[in-house]
């Protein structure tokens, strides 16, 4: 069984004091045992999220260096961030892949440092509108896993977690229909299954993103091979993000 997870990405919001006020939030509810909660915030206030975590949810970062250490200015390393308490990194946000340029090659280099350094990490997909209109979104989404994902063996692999994000969704205001994201879920579990086996695909934990909310979680979030959200918009709201953790 793939574990449950509802992580909340904050992009480039919140001060400081917004941020601590939003945790304590959280903090103040009584999430499910069985579901698996990260938040992302900017990584410049981990530290001080860190302190006052309860330890009901973890910490992950936006984004990270796919180096160990010196000179490259600007960046973080992993080792920094497992030292202010963060635990898992985000890899191929659509947003760092557009802005940032952010190639599959780089993608794949940040995956194998999550793995030399036993980080875990949530690695995006997800295809564009005009992908979409084309018809062609399950070979776009297979070919992003195919080049920065899929090198992994079976061990490695076993240990990550997938989020399908569909551009068009993210951010708009428009999800993917249940239909949608069940049909995307479930082709990304089958090329799971061929490459690595049953027990391999069967514990991915697979996520959801684009528009995930309050009010359509539940029924997004209990697709068959839905595993959990990625949440960016509603997990700013503290009572949003709430009931999207106890929609399971
Ligand atoms: P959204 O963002 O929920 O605001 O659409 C999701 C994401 O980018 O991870």
Redesign the pocket.
């Known amino acids: 069984m793939a574990q449950k997870i509802v992580a909340g990405?904050w992009k480039m919001n919140l001060d400081l004091e917004q941020s601590l006020q939003l945790i304590e939030g959280l903090n103040t509810k009584e999430f499910k045992n069985d579901v698996r909660v990260i938040v992302f915030p900017p990584s410049l206030f981990l530290q001080p999220i860190s302190a006052v975590c309860d330890g009901s949810f973890e910490l992950g970062v936006q984004n990270f260096s796919e180096n160990e250490k010196g000179a490259f200015t600007g960046e973080i390393s992993i080792n920094q961030i497992e030292s202010v308490g963060g635990t898992v990194g985000l890899i191929g946000?659509s947003?760092r892949r557009a802005y940032n340029g952010e190639s599959n090659e780089l993608l794949k280099a940040k995956v194998n440092h999550c793995i030399e350094n036993n980080f875990d990490f949530i690695f995006c997909c997800g295809e564009p509108l005009s992908v979409r209109e084309a018809g062609n979104e399950l070979s776009f989404v297979k070919k992003q896993l195919e080049a920065s994902l899929f090198h992994l063996t079976a061990d490695q692999i076993a240990g990550g977690v997938i989020a399908y994000?569909p551009v068009w969704?993210?951010?708009t205001g428009k999800t993917a229909s249940v239909a949608q994201a069940e049909d995307m879920h479930m082709n990304i579990r089958s090329w799971l299954n061929e490459k690595y086996g049953a027990q391999v695909s069967n514990n991915v934990s697979i996520l959801y993103?684009?528009?995930?909310n309050a009010s359509n979680a539940k029924e997004l979030l209990s697709c068959p091979n839905v595993d959990g959200g990625?949440?960016?918009?509603?997990s700013l709201k503290v009572d949003d993000f709430n009931a999207i953790i106890h929609s399971y």
Do not use: T
Not at 209 to 212: A, R
Not at 230 to 234: N, V
């Open positions: 990405n946000h947003e994000e969704a993210i951010g993103g684009g528009s995930c990625l949440i960016g918009g509603a």
